[in-house]
Nanobody, 127 residues
């Protein structure tokens, strides 16, 4: 069982930055692919970014490419999402997710590709 706890959300003005963190309670964190998704009111949950268990591959949604950066610290069992140049349309609840050693673009960009989910953290970007 993997427990994921997100933190770092909040209210920020457009153009600002936030860094989200997701702490995992599992001994083998370095064997999990980690992803970030978001869900705005009335919309489906959508993929944001993912990082392979080996840290040698990342993948981003087109809407955040060049503005968001995903990273991980296996020593701290934590994955991060650095969000810069935030826009009002980035407003959503952000969720982290984990799967055991799976990596394909089709898989990691879909909700069904993950086995574990956090509770989410709210990000609100004001215009």
């Amino acid at each position: 069982q993997v427990q994921l706890v997100e933190s770092g959300g909040g209210l920020v003005q457009a153009g600002g930055s936030l860094r989200l963190s997701c702490a995992a309670s599992v001994r083998t964190f370095s064997s999990y692919t980690m992803g970030w998704f978001r869900q705005a009111p009335g919309k489906e949950r959508e993929f944001v970014a993912a990082i392979k268990w080996s840290s040698d591959s990342t993948y981003y949604a087109d809407s955040v490419k060049g503005r968001f950066t995903i990273s991980r610290d296996n020593g701290k069992n934590t994955v991060y999402l650095q969000m810069n140049s935030l826009k009002p349309e980035d407003t959503a609840v952000y969720y982290c997710a984990a799967n055991w050693r799976r990596w394909s673009i089709v898989l990691i960009t879909n909700v069904g590709g993950y086995d574990y989910w956090g509770q989410g953290t709210q990000v609100t970007v004001s215009s």
